[in-house]
């Protein structure tokens, strides 16, 4: 690409108004004109077939750029500059009036400066001030102020109107001769006059300018700045210790308060640290730095982070997933950092409001969970929409927002806590370890508020279904963390009657994503963190995903979860199931193959412990099952069923064993049971 500016200034009043034509669409341009105004670079082809690809009229000239072919396939540009028809003629005074304008106007538009209304307020009270100054120069020029004094003589009058009009005089002259000094010279004083004039007039009207807004604190500001910041959001006399540096996107410093005061005090003003660093509350983050309760690092983003671009969950390229030992990756902090949360041992409570991003939130465990072939799912969905795509991993479902069916589920879930701590007892331990190869279980709970706030009786009649909930719900979160079972529950209403807070306060990871006012935030998160500066009412509709997660350390941090498409979503399922099938994991329905065949296996054991495969081969085929030796191992393999050297009877020898390749049934029953 060659860029040649053809700066030629053309005799601008013969081509004004002339026949030069000015092309308004792309491809309309004269070859001859524009032929004329370029320079081809030397050793190059003739220009041939210029094509017009942009023009802009600045001032009186016109720019046209050009790109036009040489000979060989290359493309060049060229701008050419002509005088523009349709603009006043540049050599009048008013054409360079309507220049000066022009400039004017074009670098407000290009770099942004607020002349427009500046001009506006000029011209508005300049007019009305010039109309007051011609009216008092009136008065002055004919002494009228003179005349009112009835006893001066007529003659002083007089001499001192015919002064006043020669300084009149002199001064019209010196701004005439002007003109041939510099042609815009007298509208330039005509201007100036303006604005004296609306200055002038604004200050009789006791009109205030516009006040210039406080400017933000920019991309990398001084400690001066920081410390007066502080000390505008009320927070005194800071020290800015070390230099103020950028870390990425944002600009960071550490701040050291004054004696007495603590992190705690800032955390608690970061939306007045916000309006005196000119940005948006979301842009400010605070961070307690160890071993110094009255210091605090301020980062303060350029842009707000939590309305970036959706970001993406490392699940999705994962093969597969090791829950107890990776935790679950939610989501990213302002600087894009993963944030993973330990899910052993603890419970999970997702609340916000609707279109908060629970569903999304929530998908970060379910996937997590889902790649883990070792982890068992338990679905209780109070939509009965959301999860459905997990629902043929899952190991056991809830029929689709039925409080009862969810009565069933919890109590199988307790009766399996209780049997897990028979084992603990047996195996003398406190909590369930690799050794004990239990799967963890996974408990989700969409939309709680349609259990907890059932009303209908059960049992006994008198104990309503919402309560029965809230007590199993208690027994499996309480007994649950060392038995290996998570709850992750989630809830649009996140109020007392929804989330009781004896069952709250269990749960130890609580995600507060959008709320509508803070005491919601408060019953998520936990009492009094919103006045300390943790709100989840301050997220922004366009912050989707953002929230507050209480997780590890002393409080809460904010962060964005990953996004999950539906795609992603089933992409996932998918993968995951084949996992859990590969594993032999995989919760098998009634009418699967796999179960069909365990049972006519069992069926075909009859009475025998043991069998040669070939028996066993015999035995399949007369119930019109037919394999071989390698398809049955193949078909066995998932339910982690194979066939190994066995002492059998031995048909030979009455009462003899021999050696043979075979499968044991209680091998078979054990598979079968589990799956
Ligand atoms: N982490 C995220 N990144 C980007 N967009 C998100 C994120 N989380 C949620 N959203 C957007 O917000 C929308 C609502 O999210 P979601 O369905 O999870 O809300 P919800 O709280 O479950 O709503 P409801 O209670 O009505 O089911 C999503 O469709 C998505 O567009």
Redesign the pocket.
């Known amino acids: 690409m060659t860029d040649q500016l053809v700066d030629e200034e053309p005799a601008l009043e013969e081509t004004q108004g002339g026949d030069l034509a000015i092309p308004s669409r792309p491809g309309e341009l004269e070859p001859d004109v524009v032929d004329a105004e370029i320079v081809d670079e030397p050793g190059q082809p003739a220009v041939r077939q210029p094509r017009l690809v942009g023009k802009r009229r600045l001032n009186y000239r016109y720019t046209a750029r050009l790109e036009h072919e040489l000979g060989y396939a290359e493309h060049s540009s060229i701008e050419v500059q002509r005088a523009c028809p349709d603009c006043p003629n540049p050599a009048s005074s008013f054409g360079q009036v309507y220049g000066l304008l022009a400039r004017a106007a074009y670098a407000t538009r290009e770099h942004g400066a607020p002349t427009a209304k500046t001009l506006g307020w000029h011209t508005w009270y300049g007019m009305a001030g010039l109309g007051r100054g011609v009216a008092r120069w009136w008065a002055w020029v004919t002494a009228a102020d003179y005349a009112a004094r009835e006893n001066l003589p007529v003659d002083k009058v007089e001499a001192t109107q015919r002064r006043r009009w020669i300084i009149t005089g002199v001064f019209a002259v010196l701004v005439a001769a002007s003109w041939e000094w510099w042609r815009p010279a007298p509208f330039g004083a005509l201007l100036l006059a303006l604005v004296i004039a609306s200055i002038v007039e604004r200050k009789r009207r006791g009109i205030a300018a516009p006040d210039k807004p406080l400017a933000a604190a920019g991309r990398m500001p001084g400690s001066r700045v920081v410390r007066e910041a502080f000390g505008a959001a009320k927070l005194g006399e800071v020290r800015v210790v070390g230099p103020v540096t950028r870390d990425g996107p944002a600009w960071t410093a550490v701040v050291e308060l004054p004696p007495g005061r603590t992190a705690s005090e800032a955390l608690a003003r970061r939306e007045n640290l916000a309006g005196a660093f000119g940005v948006d509350l979301a842009q400010v983050y605070l961070d307690r730095i160890g071993g110094h309760a009255g210091r605090i690092r301020v980062t303060v983003f350029d842009t707000d982070p939590w309305q970036a671009r959706?970001?993406k969950s490392p699940l999705l390229t994962a093969a597969q997933w090791n829950v107890w030992e990776q935790g679950v990756p939610i989501?990213v902090d302002a600087r894009g950092r993963i944030i993973t949360v330990r899910v052993f041992e603890r419970s999970v409570l997702i609340g916000?409001?609707?279109?908060?991003?629970?569903?999304?939130?929530?998908?970060a465990f379910l996937a997590a969970v889902a790649l883990d072939p070792h982890v068992q799912l338990w679905l209780g969905d109070g939509?009965g929409v959301?999860s459905k795509v997990w629902e043929p991993l899952a190991h056991r479902v809830a029929a689709s927002a039925d409080p009862m069916a969810l009565v069933v589920l919890l109590e199988e879930l307790v009766a399996e806590v209780d049997r897990r701590y028979l084992l603990l007892r047996k195996a003398d331990k406190k909590k369930i370890d690799r050794s004990m190869r239990l799967p963890l279980i996974v408990l989700w709970i969409?939309?709680l508020m349609r259990y907890t706030t059932a009303t209908e009786k059960i049992g006994d009649g008198k104990t309503k279904v919402g309560d029965r909930i809230v007590e199993l719900l208690r027994h499996i979160v309480s007994l649950g963390r060392a038995a290996g079972i998570i709850t992750i529950c989630?809830t649009?209403k996140p109020s007392a009657d929804v989330v009781p807070t004896i069952l709250r306060d269990l749960l130890s990871i609580r995600l507060a994503?959008r709320c509508t006012t803070p005491q919601a935030s408060d019953t998520i998160l936990g009492q009094g963190w919103a006045r300390q500066g943790f709100n989840a009412a301050q997220i922004d509709s366009a912050q989707?995903?953002?929230g507050h997660l209480f997780s590890e350390g002393s409080e809460p941090q904010m962060l964005?979860?990953?996004?999950f498409e539906d795609a992603d979503e089933r992409a996932i399922a998918t993968r995951a199931i084949a996992l859990r099938e590969a594993e032999g994991t995989l919760q098998l329905p009634a009418d699967h193959p796999r179960r069909r065949l365990m049972v006519a296996i069992l069926d075909a054991f009859g009475d025998d412990d043991r069998l040669p495969t070939e028996e066993l081969l015999e035995r399949l085929a007369e119930a019109g099952l037919h394999f071989t030796p390698t398809s049955l191992a193949d078909e066995l393999r998932p339910a982690k069923v194979a066939p190994k050297q066995l002492r059998v009877p031995d048909p030979a020898s009455p009462g003899g064993t021999r050696n043979r390749n075979g499968y044991a049934k209680e091998v078979v029953e054990k598979a079968y049971a589990a799956l």
């Open positions: 959706p970001v989501g916000g409001e609707p279109g908060g991003g629970k569903s999304v939130a929530a998908m939509k959301d969409d939309e989630a649009q994503l989707r995903g953002a964005r979860t990953f996004y």
